[in-house]
């Protein structure tokens, strides 16, 4: 498991960061970029974030720690299972995922990062359909007219679920922290998550993780 976490407190003695068939300079590109993380994943803490959040009230807004960790095959944990219901009322079963890598954003309107990562992710999701990865968001909060309105606003395309009664969060508690929104997992082709974001997504960070969860072994 490779973890690139903000911290203020001295840095750890090294140890070994790379694994079986992930190259050195990939490690290194992720760590950079990594750096900028601590400057983007606090509510507020930039101009662009205060104007991102104008259009909502950002209550009770609890930030991810910018933490990035990629995990590698051998110590990913069994398949996740949940279930859900998109907004349009169809069914989602983690079982139909099966061969498929999967993204899963958890966000609600109101928060800030939320609405700044929102064009991210849309690019990505366009980016990568053509290789068959599936971007889902988990809505925690709002109700379908308030969601639509965030989906219209900021271009967003792929579907998400809501889950405003915490079924699915609670089923992927020991990746998400309650309210570290948002937060982001990559699925690997068995259903296993793959990779983590706790935060706001980097484009570059998340792109580089999908596309390990997408490349052969």
């Not at 490690?27 to 101009?47: E, F, K, N, W």
């Not at 990913?76 to 890598?101: E, H, I």
């Not at 990062?113 to 991210?120: G, Q």
Request: glycine share 10%.
């Amino acid at each position: 498991m490779h973890e690139f976490r903000p911290s203020t407190a001295p840095p750890a003695a090294p140890g070994p960061v790379q694994r079986a068939g992930l190259p050195r300079r990939r490690l290194l590109s992720l760590g950079i970029l990594g750096l900028g993380l601590p400057l983007l994943a606090g509510c507020g803490s930039t101009d662009t974030l205060a104007r991102q959040a104008s259009a909502g009230d950002n209550k009770n807004y609890i930030a991810g720690d910018g933490s990035v960790t990629e995990y590698a095959a051998a110590e990913r944990k069994p398949p996740v299972v949940l279930t859900g219901q998109l907004y349009d009322g169809t069914a989602v079963n983690s079982r139909d995922w099966a061969g498929k890598v999967i993204v899963l954003n958890f966000w609600y309107a109101a928060c800030a990062p939320c609405r700044l990562e929102a064009p991210r992710l849309e690019a990505l999701s366009r980016e990568f359909k053509t290789q068959g990865v599936s971007f889902f968001g988990v809505n925690i909060r709002d109700e379908e007219p308030t969601a639509a309105a965030f989906e219209r606003t900021f271009g967003v395309t792929y579907p998400s679920m809501h889950d405003k009664d915490g079924g699915i969060l609670l089923a992927m508690s020991q990746y998400v922290p309650p309210q570290a929104v948002p937060s982001t997992l990559v699925l690997d082709r068995e259903g296993r998550v793959a990779a983590r974001i706790l935060g706001l997504a980097d484009q570059s960070i998340l792109k580089s993780l999908i596309t390990g969860a997408v490349a052969p072994g």
